[in-house]
């Protein structure tokens, strides 16, 4: 029941991974994929990552999908944890604040959700 109600607190990113997971399956052969799970979080590291702006990894829903070799989980995890608490509005919220910091000036990296 706790993981329904989990899908549903996180529909939109739901929706959006289940898009990109489409996309990871069609571009990547069943080989390169690896998974494994860990603290409360399905991971889906894949070796050919592909080369978007959103850096080794992204958190969608349930699961985080990154790069084989990327060393990042602790990052990814937290975000896991923001949209659990956040639940519809982590996108908004994300992108809002993310978005005006970077109006002003401050590097990606440096945003607020982004510093570790």
Wanted: aromatic share 20%; proline share 3%.
């Amino acid at each position: 029941m706790l993981l329904i109600i989990k899908i549903f607190w996180t529909l939109p990113q739901n929706i959006f991974r289940a898009v990109f997971w489409i996309y990871l399956i069609a571009t990547n052969k069943k080989e390169d994929r690896f998974y494994w799970s860990t603290k409360n979080a399905v991971t889906l590291a894949v070796k050919n990552f592909p080369n978007l702006p959103i850096g080794n990894g992204i958190n969608l829903g349930e699961f985080i999908l990154m790069k084989a070799w990327a060393s990042n989980y602790d990052h990814e995890f937290r975000h896991y944890k923001q949209q659990l608490y956040f639940g519809w509005l982590w996108i908004p919220v994300y992108l809002l604040v993310t978005g005006v910091q970077m109006l002003f000036g401050v590097e990606y990296e440096d945003t607020l959700f982004e510093r570790d």
